[in-house]
């Protein structure tokens, strides 16, 4: 078994997984520095809430279904609390789910979304089911390389919402308490199938504590569909709350821009046998 080197003391490791990652049975608040220290590993990180325990919610799968056949632009799904995506999915059969506010805007075109709902499903190992209401957004995160002591990890994260397809590729890489993740990819009209714009985006963030994560972020988007180009800069916050809780948050502005900001607030509950998963 791969070995969790300076998690010994908070954690016993209890399985090791098909996907490559290691089930830890730890207590909070030693879990955020276990998981830290397995991706500067190379592996995944799990943590049973109770160990051995199962965990399963069929209102919560209703809930997806009912998401699907729901139809009603917005923020993307992105890696909250950034607007760049992070590859990481959430954990095989576990559930990230956000309930968030955010506000952009771009001299007089303004942006904003006073109550959206994401949740995140592990569909299969390193694979994530992503669904957004009210404004009805789907996508799939496939991670397809793995991280490891010299290389990044790597996921595909196509979604469509509003009629606009995005085919990004994101790669993430974590070394002690910094992580560094981004990447980019290009937005098709659904319709037509022509090319709407590329965006990108780049972020580097550091755990200043097993429970604090604070982080600045580049991205940009070229103008599609009536909404303008710009380049963001902003910095963001996670601050976890227990063992399956955390606040997130960001601020920030365009470049060039006279009148110009963006916010995003964000809680977040994560379920499952393997939760929390951050």
Not at 91 to 119: C, K
Not at 195 to 217: N, Y
Not at 252 to 265: C, E, K, T
Request: aromatic fraction near 12%; charged fraction near 15%.
């Amino acid at each position: 078994d791969r070995d969790v080197t300076g998690v010994q003391t908070c954690a016993l490791p209890i399985s090791k997984a098909a996907d490559d990652s290691v089930s830890l049975c730890v207590a909070w608040p030693c879990a955020h520095a276990a998981r830290r220290t397995a991706k500067s590993h190379g592996t995944n990180f799990r943590m049973l809430p109770t160990c051995g325990a199962s965990w399963r919610s069929p209102f919560l799968v209703a809930t997806l279904a009912i998401a699907l056949a729901a139809s009603t632009g917005g923020r993307a799904l992105a890696g909250p609390p950034y607007e760049t995506d992070d590859p990481d999915p959430t954990q095989y059969r576990n559930y990230e789910i956000y309930f968030h506010v955010d506000y952009h805007r771009i001299d007089d075109d303004i942006a904003s979304d006073y109550g959206t709902l994401e949740i995140n499903y592990g569909l299969f190992p390193n694979t994530q089911f992503s669904v957004s209401l009210p404004d009805l957004e789907v996508g799939i995160k496939y991670r397809f390389v793995q991280e490891t002591a010299t290389r990044p990890q790597v996921s595909f994260y196509p979604s469509i919402q509003d009629g606009t397809l995005f085919l990004p590729i994101w790669a993430q890489k974590t070394i002690g308490r910094w992580t560094i993740f981004g990447g980019g990819g290009v937005l098709f009209d659904a319709g037509s199938g022509r090319r709407a714009a590329w965006q990108d985006g780049l972020a580097i963030t550091r755990d200043l504590s097993d429970a604090t994560t604070v982080g600045v972020e580049i991205f940009q988007s070229q103008p599609y569909a009536g909404n303008p180009g710009y380049t963001d800069v902003g910095a963001g916050y996670i601050g976890e709350i227990g063992a399956y809780h955390a606040l997130l948050f960001s601020v920030g502005r365009a470049i060039g821009v006279a009148s110009s900001a963006h916010a995003y607030l964000a809680y977040e509950w994560r379920l499952g046998p393997t939760s929390p998963s951050r």
